[in-house]
């Protein structure tokens, strides 16, 4: 099994910045992709950044020039670094990992927890 923790969430004044980190833990056979998403009180949850074993990244219009992903392969860690923040993007951060274990015959899609993300105006 593939544990998946974030970290870093918290409370931040409009403009600030935050730096997000996700990491799983477990036997894996192999890391894939590694995406942040986020649901807003009230809104569905929405992919905002995801980057690939090879680094290639994508970002959601709303945090394109302010979010900035990046990981670690050698700590299997994603982190997501954000800056210029707005009241808007108040939201539970969610990591998404894709992994395959040794047992399992296709990767899966295995999510943190959530953390807190709150922009005061």
């Known amino acids: 099994q593939v544990q998946v923790v974030e970290s870093g969430g918290g409370l931040v004044q409009h403009g600030g910045s935050l730096r997000l980190s996700c990491a799983a833990f477990g036997s894996t056979f192999g890391i894939y992709d590694m995406a942040w998403h986020r649901q807003a009180p009230g809104k569905s949850r929405e992919l905002i950044a995801l980057i690939t074993s090879s680094g290639s990244t994508n970002y959601a219009d709303s945090v394109k020039g302010r979010f900035t992903i990046s990981r670690d392969n050698g700590k299997n860690t994603v982190y997501l670094q954000m800056k210029s923040l707005k009241p808007e993007d108040t939201a539970v951060y969610y990591c998404?990992?894709?992994?395959?274990?040794?047992?399992?015959?296709?990767?899966?899609?295995?999510w943190g927890q959530g953390t807190q993300v709150t922009v005061s105006s």
């Open positions: 998404c990992v894709e992994a395959r274990t040794w047992s399992g015959r296709l990767p899966s899609d295995y």
